[in-house]
């Protein structure tokens, strides 16, 4: 078939196909079947028996359809030449095909394409009969010039089958539709890239069956990304279909998910009628009948595990070929189901936004100038979100520009309905539990390190790692790489709304109390109830609780008393006005966060019974209670005063603290530790505390598994860890210590996994104990008198030697099987590398920037998964390896301050290469005109 340009394509057509035929030859046999299957297949086509209203004039609404019109199928058979009718559209159309873009295909049906070319047989017969001289002429001339286009011969294709014939035609007409289908819809901003992601999975070319899921926040342009996937691959498939709303569908009706799979089967199976009695009769007759058909199915808003496994039960149901796509916001939903190919929807970019919300409000894709500016905010608002933007450039269309500045003022007290509506369905599938973890994440932990989150919200009696997970997957937060908490603003929104909404307008009576000037309100005016359950806010020198500078605080510090079922306080402190606020706590507190608290100890009316954790980093307090004072907290598992003026804290009081941190306590001079304290502490901090010069008491926390005692600038390395302790210690910092040895005993830590003695300069030697810790990955040495290493540590994964004094790296180092980082700058003594170093099969990144090498051995191009190579400084570096190119995952290679003066020409070969620290050396390297640098 002849290849259309959808560059060329302007004029959009109101049929996809004309048909000129014969009636009495072909219409109730070859064209009828024709049609219909055009028809099945989404191609809109003319059949003048079908489509002409009684009463018109037949030759006028010929000729505008046949202009009307994308392509024509000429079905030639043995009588076509005797119709005039015939032979007046076939001189319309090959006009239209010969001055326009529009497309003719000839079908010889039963007659040879060279009797019509030259007018033999049948159809010179015809010509014969046919008197009127000029109308001869067009129509002979129009035979001849169809004739010779490409198109089919039912005698020499698929073997004169007419079944298969049809689906040849159908298959070319809908590839020569693709590109102008995909460009039908100007309202789709963004998709390209979306699509070629998806596509680019699906890999059309391998013979196999694949589900593939595509999974975000709703309103984000699931659907419509499918859909776009769908109208570009669907011509490809024996049978298709696009399931839409199936949670919608299901909930509407007990019989819901029956009549899916009805239609699924009657629209794949080409419109048979199918009535299944019962779900599981459905799912049998879908594995039953589906397996023999390539088909592509597109299951939309998936929310429940139960309808992928009604619709779509597994790759068997599927004959090879198959490929199904699934949109959900539940991405467990997904990972049930075993789906190996998940796409999270990236919202749109803020020059997307724009253009979408332009082409709504304006119909071009830049605004209006003088409506630049708000549009703008518009834009900011809806935080990329296509259904926000869509919904408010919709409703802005048309309306003058005084109007768009109230709608965005509006926006910031009221958000959008249509918006929060879409959202809150993923928020009412959730456990009641998971509700109250989803409201606190929404008012007060967005921004939250994870595992801050976690301690917060476990303290108050949730399972959050269970329920962060969920809320996740269900696309209603995300963790960043760095693990911070995130939500989309809309959907932070939606949980504000939600603790609102029950009581608009009367901040004592929500359950958690996130606005400043809301809780001024309620404490200062004293309009406590026991509804309120968390306060989170910021206390600073211009807060000035209702502008009442002489405000009596103790009405404030009532007013915290009085929420007798507050769980959680979080406070940040910024003024040095030392008032009483905070000096009564309701007693029913589970997680008491105060950065900055101005007082000295804790209150004398606090009975912290209930409390889990207590975190009051940068404070004033001392101790924790007042003098002679010994009050038990039996349920705190998380104490943080780090930064604060610490001075003694009685750990006999904390019997199931579990974390401990006191870093930066400069003052602490007493860590008061009773025989059997502390026995369920796993996590120690004492860096820079250094009143606990002392460490004799850290053999009795046999559950600890963190210990950091770095920058206390001891002269010993104590032995803390008896042998016959079954020691639990994973991680030990010990930098910054004035030790010249590590002793012996830490070779009892058979669990550790990381090592961290850097910078303690006048550690010349590692014991040989330390060579049998069999689980240690991590080894950091940086900045020690260390000159060697001996043999062992098998299993390390990471080893910094930098600024030491080692001369030569022993050839055991080149044993260690799974060291990824080695990072040997400012090693002035070190002059080579081993022979062997090719050996380190797993290394990632290598760091000898600053060192005294002056050649690198070839082996160094074994190292197949390296990606980072770092000689920066080496001044007495003249050449690398002339097969540097073998090294395939090189993406960052710095010669920078060295004598190289040219390099290895197969460097070239490193297609991945993007960065080159020499400047001087790319530009003067033909060979490397093309490497991308940062």
Not at 232 to 261: D, M, P
Not at 294 to 322: M, N, R
Not at 532 to 549: D, L
Not at 753 to 758: A, I, P, Q
Request: net charge neutral; proline share 3%.
């Amino acid at each position: 078939m002849a290849s259309s340009s959808s560059s060329s394509i302007q004029k959009s057509y109101i049929y996809d196909v004309f048909m000129s035929f014969r009636g009495e030859d072909t219409r109730k046999s070859f064209v009828d079947h024709l049609y219909v299957a055009l028809e099945r297949q989404g191609i809109r086509t003319f059949k003048d028996d079908e489509r002409l209203e009684k009463g018109k004039r037949i030759n006028e609404e010929l000729l505008k359809s046949i202009e009307e019109s994308r392509f024509y199928i000429i079905v030639f058979s043995k009588n076509y030449a005797f119709s005039s009718w015939c032979l007046d559209e076939l001189v319309k159309i090959m006009e239209c095909q010969t001055v326009t873009e529009q497309i003719a295909y000839p079908v010889f049906y039963d007659v040879d394409p060279s009797e019509v070319r030259k007018q033999l047989g049948p159809v010179g017969e015809a010509f014969s009969r046919h008197n009127n001289k000029e109308e001869v002429r067009k129509w002979r001339d129009a035979l001849k010039d169809a004739a010779c286009l490409t198109g089919w011969d039912l005698r020499n294709t698929a073997d004169g089958h007419e079944a298969k014939l049809i689906n040849k035609i159908v298959e070319g007409i809908s590839l020569e539709l693709r590109p102008i289908n995909l460009k039908v819809d100007d309202n789709l901003v963004g998709m390209e890239r979306r699509i070629k992601d998806i596509v680019s999975s699906l890999e059309m070319g391998v013979e196999d069956v694949r589900m593939i899921g595509i999974c975000g926040i709703g309103g984000g342009g699931k659907t419509a990304l499918a859909r776009a996937v769908f109208d570009k691959i669907s011509f490809q498939f024996k049978g298709k279909y696009f399931v839409e709303n199936i949670r919608e569908v299901t909930n509407a009706s007990f019989s819901g998910l029956q009549s899916l799979q009805e239609r699924v089967l009657s629209s794949v199976l080409n419109d048979r009628i199918f009535n299944v009695g019962s779900i599981h009769d459905g799912k049998k007759i879908m594995k039953r009948m589906l397996c023999g058909k390539k088909v592509i199915l597109v299951l939309d808003d998936v929310d429940h595990l139960d309808q992928l496994d009604a619709l779509a039960g597994g790759l068997d149901w599927f004959k090879p070929g198959s490929r199904i796509i699934i949109t959900t916001r539940d991405k467990q939903v997904l990972v049930a189901q075993r789906v190996k190919w998940i796409h999270d929807v990236s919202l749109l970019s803020n020059e997307e936004a724009m253009c979408l919300f332009s082409r709504y409000a304006f119909g071009r894709y830049i605004p209006i100038q003088t409506y630049k500016e708000v549009s703008l905010k518009v834009v900011k608002y809806a935080d990329g979100l296509p259904l926000t933007i869509k919904v408010l450039g919709s409703f802005l269309c048309g309306k003058d520009k005084h109007d768009w500045e109230d709608a965005v003022e509006r926006l910031k007290k009221i958000p959008l309905k249509e918006t929060l509506e879409k959202l809150e369905l993923s928020y009412t599938c959730l456990e009641d539990d998971y509700k109250e973890i989803f409201l606190d994440v929404a008012c007060l932990l967005k921004g939250w390190l994870k595992d801050d989150a976690i301690r917060a919200l476990e303290s108050c009696g949730f399972h959050a790692k269970n329920g962060l997970k969920v809320l996740e997957q269900k696309s209603l937060i995300t963790i960043s790489p760095n693990q911070w908490l995130g939500m989309h603003d809309h959907i932070e929104e939606l949980g504000k709304n939600i603790v609102r909404r029950s009581h608009p307008d009367d901040p004592k009576r929500y359950s958690r109390l996130w606005i400043r000037e809301e809780i001024e309100d309620v404490l200062a005016n004293d309009l406590v109830n026991e509804e309120t359950r968390v306060i989170a806010t910021n206390v600073s020198s211009t807060f000035s609780w209702h502008g009442e500078e002489d405000l009596d605080s103790k009405i404030l510090t009532k007013g915290f008393r009085n929420m007798k079922k507050l769980r959680f306080l979080h406070v940040v402190y910024e003024t040095d006005n030392l008032f009483d606020v905070g000096q009564n706590f309701p007693n029913a507190l589970r997680f008491l966060s105060w950065r900055g608290y101005p007082h000295w100890c804790l209150p004398k009316t606090f009975h912290a019974n209930y409390l889990v954790a207590l975190e009051m980093p940068h404070s004033r307090i001392k101790q924790l209670w007042e003098e002679g004072e010994r009050k038990v907290l039996p349920n705190l598992r998380f104490l943080d005063l780090s930064y604060s003026d610490l001075r003694t804290i009685d750990c006999g009081l904390l019997p199931n603290l579990e974390k401990l941190n006191l870093e930066y306590c400069f003052n602490l001079v007493e860590l008061q530790m009773p025989i059997g304290s502390l026995r369920r502490l796993v996590d120690l901090n004492l860096n820079h505390s250094r009143g606990c010069e002392s460490l004799s008491f850290i053999n009795q926390l046999e559950s600890l598994e963190i210990l950091d005692v770095s920058y206390l600038y001891l002269t010993a390395f104590p032995d803390i860890f008896p042998g016959h302790l079954n020691y639990s210690l994973l991680k030990l910092n010990f930098s910054r210590n004035n030790i010249q040895e590590l002793h012996p005993s830490i070779g009892y830590l058979q669990k550790l996994v990381s090592l961290d003695v850097s910078w303690c300069k006048t550690l010349k030697r590692l014991p040989e104990s330390i060579y049998t810790l069999r689980c240690l990955k991590t080894l950091n040495l940086e900045s020690c008198a260390i000159q060697e290493l001996s043999e062992g540590l098998g299993h390390l994964e990471s080893l910094t030697l930098s600024n030491t004094h080692i001369k030569q790296l022993p050839n055991s180092i080149c044993m260690l099987k799974h060291l990824k980082t080695l990072l040997l700058a400012f090693c002035y003594a070190l002059r080579s590398l081993p022979q062997n170093f090719g050996l380190l099969e797993s290394l990632d990144e290598l760091v000898l920037s600053w060192c005294n090498i002056k050649y690198v051995p070839s082996c160094i191009c074994k190292l197949k998964h390296l990606r980072v190579l770092n000689f920066s400084g080496c001044s007495q570096l003249e050449r690398l390896p002339e097969t540097l190119g073998d090294l395939k995952c090189l993406e960052r290679l710095n010669v920078e301050g060295t004598c190289i003066s040219h390099l290895p020409h197969s460097i070239s070969l490193l297609k991945g290469l993007k960065v080159l620290g020499s400047e001087t050396l790319l530009e003067s390297n033909p060979l490397m005109k093309k490497t991308k640098r940062s």
